[in-house]
């Protein structure tokens, strides 16, 4: 009976018309993984203060959060701070609607900063985003994008396990030496970049996959099995009343060249 019920939980998998767009794909699985956020909401704070610190942000500035998803990254914002968010999928509730990703709301240099968290892997070309960043932030302001890097450990768990589970597949576009590129061709100065380990924290192992299960809907697998395949794939470590799910983004600081 367990494997009847599988086989017909992976037809309902987009196979035919595989979404191509983050706003396909999301209003598809926005909603799973707003509640796991909902149930979890501090499982990713190291991922969230990560790139928070490399915003260099002050009261008084405004940062631009592009995709938004729920809006998970305002809590972990300085005090003073005004959040900006643009989220293209209404699935994932909390301001969120349904738009195009581009053009973005704001006026030209409009915002002090922007940061992009794990949203950009879904789009096949991101130089129209860049460059609607670099128009949107302020002259010596800040971009930081944090996303999966393509020979990371994460890159081939999202497309190995999650994407034979999930409901939608999964075939990143990752990032790499190119987003350099990508970058500067689109109106950007690099300040740094580099890949930064740390951890999804948990209470326990069965909370790791109720959560990774949640997240990234998977459908044809037990939170167990998956918690098993993060071990594997990934890999944890204990801390004390925590285990810790070893994850990794690689964070580019960029600031928008200077207008002549």
């Not at 305002?74 to 994932?92: I, K, N, Q, T």
């Not at 998977?218 to 070893?246: H, K, N, S, W, Y």
């Amino acid at each position: 009976m367990g494997d009847r019920k599988n086989s017909l939980l992976a037809t309902q998998r987009v196979v035919d018309e595989t979404p191509a767009s983050y706003e396909d794909l999301f209003q598809l699985r926005g909603a799973p993984y707003d509640r796991a956020m909902s149930l979890f909401p501090d499982a990713r704070r190291e991922e969230f203060v990560n790139t928070i610190d490399r915003a260099a942000l002050t009261p008084g500035q405004s940062v631009a959060d592009v995709p938004a998803g729920g809006g998970y990254l305002a809590r972990y914002l300085p005090d003073g701070v005004r959040w900006l968010g643009h989220e293209p999928c209404a699935s994932f509730g909390s301001g969120g609607e349904d738009r195009g990703l581009l053009p973005l709301p704001w006026a030209a240099g409009g915002v002090d900063a922007a940061i992009s968290i794990a949203g950009v892997h879904h789009l096949a070309d991101k130089r129209p985003l860049f460059a609607e960043l670099a128009r949107t932030v302020r002259a010596g302001g800040r971009f930081v994008l944090a996303d999966v890097h393509e020979e990371s450990d994460v890159s081939g768990f999202l497309d190995g396990w999650v994407d034979r589970h999930n409901s939608t597949g999964h075939e990143g576009v990752y990032l790499g030496d190119h987003t350099l590129d990508d970058l500067r061709e689109t109106g950007w100065d690099i300040v740094s970049a580099e890949r930064v380990p740390f951890h999804w924290r948990f209470e326990n192992t069965v909370d790791m996959g109720e959560f990774c299960h949640r997240m990234f809907d998977l459908r044809t697998c037990r939170p167990d099995e998956t918690a098993r395949a993060i071990e594997a794939d990934l890999g944890i470590d204990q801390f004390p009343g925590q285990v810790g799910m070893r994850w990794e983004l690689y964070m580019i600081v960029a600031t928008p060249v200077a207008k002549v």
